[in-house]
């Protein structure tokens, strides 16, 4: 193990870059599949892009870390808590509301009106806080359908936020918190719906939490190794015969590779340059806008596929990849335009005290 710590982490920007343009490809080819494009079962290794979700989640257990070993050296225990719990909300909620609106406004003005019908308030509002509940087909899914994930974020934060509040290790209450919650997920029946709270897939979370107590420490892969171990993460992910579900099995087959890959990027901060791949870092500022509004631009993208009859492995390549790279543009326009405008609106509202680690966090 190498010795040498970095000061940031601007690999964890790629890497968010590079998740949610995997969760984009991944929906991509499952909604070109779903109106039967001829060709499309060629791309089947795409749908392992839901991998990328399994990327987010240890990088946020990573900043997480950072942030909160910040906040725990704050001398007000309340004030501290107060401020970390509000700016992580406003940084998720703020353009998640948004795009729920812009979500339900364009399921109102189209032809799917019967289905806003079936939209109870109490389903509208649970989607705007984090809460668990069925949708009209019977999925526990929000109204805008990528943010199932952030219902775990915001577990993630709350349990940390105790932590600050509590000064209480921050290791061991995780662990133990959602270390439970997590073995729950695996003996409650799914048919409960209680799986919503209780779920295997937080243990990535946990992953990135320890990862970041490693790096903090100088606990590093040597660059040969971190290199190897990336490349191995992904064939794994990429060749092994399995489709994702929530599940403990995702954990570890998903989970595990996906914690690796961030140890692996980390350990490289002290031998790369990253900040000089100036267009990825953006593309990694970018990743949350990305992730919220992909959903918006793939069906648009399928129609288009569909309507202009394209076929052929080599056509659909290439109208996949005008289609990504369009949607990857609106987001990082998006980003520049309204992210940050949203960021700047609330911070300059709110007293802000603490200075995240990771600054894009």
Sequence with gaps: MTSRSPTRFYGIQVLRG?????????HQIVAIRDIRIAGAERFFILTRGAFGV??????????MYLAASKALRQPEAGRAAGEFASRRFIRVASLYWLF???????????????LLSHFSF??????????????????????????WTLSYEMLLYAVVSVCILCRAPLLTWCTVVIGTLSVAGIVIP???????????????????????????????????LAISIAIASILFVALIPWEAEESLLRALLWGVPGCLLLWAFTSLES?????????????????????????????????????????GMLTLAIAQAVGAAITVGFAIAIHLRIEQALMSFFSGRIPWSLRSVEERA
């Design 18 to 26: 590079i998740a949610a343009v995997l969760v984009l490809l991944h």
């Design 54 to 63: 399994d990327i987010f989640s240890p990088v946020s257990g990573f900043v």
């Design 100 to 114: 729920t609106t812009l979500r339900l406004i364009v399921v109102r003005i189209t032809a799917a009106v019967s």
């Design 122 to 147: 109490w389903y509208i509002v649970t989607s705007y806080l984090f809460l668990p509940a069925y949708n009209p087909q019977g999925l526990v899914l929000p109204v805008l359908s990528a943010g």
């Design 190 to 224: 799914h048919s409960w719906g209680a799986t919503w709270l209780a779920n295997p897939i937080e243990l990535e979370f946990l992953g990135g939490l320890f990862l970041a107590a490693l790096c903090l420490r100088r606990v590093l892969l040597p660059p040969v």
């Design 271 to 311: 031998v790369a340059d990253l900040s000089r791949h100036t267009f990825l870092l953006l593309l990694g500022d970018a990743s949350y806008s990305l992730y919220l509004t992909h959903l918006f631009f793939v069906p648009i993208t399928a129609r288009a596929i569909g309507r202009l009859h394209l076929e």
